[in-house]
């Protein structure tokens, strides 16, 4: 699942830099607030899930580990 | 029945450009740009308060009207950056055009104020026969301070926009409107009775990426219009990236979204009807949008009568 979501990452922030599992993916520069919504809709349609408006929140999302809890939380 | 008689606006003389603020928030001018579509806002002087705005913009949307002040049955005002805490700048604002025994009423509601403000003139209207909502917000005197906040610093103005609404008279007629708000959110976005605004942007622009869309598409579903058939979307000119995903989450071209972000920046509560007051007299139809503090969000649909 890890590598699934680091390409989602790469695509919406359009670069190429692979972080580490417990990296901050805001405080590394790798996805602003736009990209972040995007890497959202992206996890919704590759692993598909729905991200409902209230955890819309970016510390559910700020790294890969995380992201991948909440992914395997919500199948 | 209610109908957009007309509109105005105004904004200070005084222009702020990216390059001024750059200096002061240790960026480059480019990037204010590319994060917001921002390359100028206008600032009041410190000694202009929002009453004063929202009065010029009042005035202009009467003569803009063909209305006569002693016409108007209520008011209501929306700003977030009023001087006091009380009372709102509604009552100060009606004084001005001479209307000292009609309702003035203020909604401190920030960005979204004027869309509430439109929503409740539509329900209200039969009985108050015109209504002006104003928005007008004086955000230099929120984030004028050193050192200025780099990501709320660069994006917001001054200015005020007004908008008449009529049960009887104008050309595009009120259809429809939905109004929401969710309180979860208070503090991913305020302002205190003291320091400086506060606000989360990963959480707003997350927020409003999903919820101005869906309002948008719910609003236009219930009445059976696509949004291609929409001459403009007037927003809250928030930051052009947002209105740009805003657009194609809605299904249409960025152009269809009206905006004057460029020349303004954000002016809170004010900016979407300084936007509509440019572009509304050619339009058959218009669906406007706002998103702001609270969390209050909504959009209204507005279109020549069939």
Same mark, same amino acid.
């Given at each position: 699942m890890n590598e699934k979501i680091i390409k989602i990452i790469q695509d919406v922030s359009q670069k190429s830099d692979v972080p580490a599992e417990d990296e901050s993916l805001f405080d590394s520069g790798l996805l602003d607030s736009f990209a972040l919504t995007d890497m959202v809709a992206a996890l919704e349609q590759t692993f598909d899930i729905k991200v409902p408006d209230s955890d819309l929140n970016p510390r559910k999302f700020d790294t890969v580990e995380k992201i991948a809890a909440y992914v395997e939380s919500r199948k | 029945m209610a109908f957009i008689r007309g509109l105005g606006a105004y904004v200070p003389s005084r222009i702020v450009t990216n390059e001024e603020l750059a200096v002061r928030v240790g960026k480059a001018a480019s990037w204010i740009k590319d994060v917001s579509g921002i390359e100028e806002r206008r600032w009041a002087a410190p000694d202009v308060a929002v009453a004063h705005l929202g009065l010029h913009a009042a005035k202009d949307c009467l003569l803009r009207s063909n209305a006569d002040a002693s016409e108007i049955g209520m008011v209501i005002m929306s700003s977030g950056s009023n001087e006091r805490r009380f009372p709102g700048a509604a009552a100060e604002v009606a004084k001005g055009l001479g209307l000292t025994d009609v309702p003035a009423i203020d909604l401190p509601v920030a960005s979204a104020g004027t869309l509430f403000g439109l929503a409740l003139a539509r329900d209200l209207v039969e009985r108050y026969r015109n209504i002006l909502v104003i928005g007008a917000e004086k955000m230099s005197s929120v984030i @004028?301070? *050193?050192?200025? @906040?780099a990501n709320t610093g660069i994006l917001f103005g001054d200015g005020a926009g007004a908008c008449l609404v009529s049960a009887d008279l104008?050309?595009? #007629?009120?259809?429809d409107s939905l109004m929401r708000s969710d309180g979860s959110y208070t503090e991913a976005l305020h302002l205190g009775l003291t320091g400086t605004l506060v606000m989360n942007g990963m959480t707003v622009i997350m927020q409003a990426s999903r919820k101005v869309p869906s309002v948008i598409s719910d609003l236009l579903k219930r009445n059976n219009r696509r949004p291609e058939s929409i001459d403009w979307f007037v927003?809250?000119? &928030?930051n052009q990236n947002l209105i740009a995903r805003i657009a194609k989450a809605v299904g249409? @071209?960025? *152009? #269809?979204?009206?905006?004057?972000i460029a020349r303004y920046g954000n002016t809170s509560s004010a900016s979407m009807l300084i936007a509509a007051s440019e572009c509304? *007299?050619? &339009?058959m139809s218009i669906c406007f949008a706002a998103f702001g503090a609270g969390f209050h969000w909504g959009a209204l649909l507005a279109e020549v009568e069939k």
């Open positions: - | @004028d301070r *050193e050192p200025m @906040d104008g050309r595009l #007629k009120i259809v927003m809250h000119q &928030a249409v @071209d960025t *152009e #269809k979204f009206y905006s004057n509304w *007299e050619e &339009a």
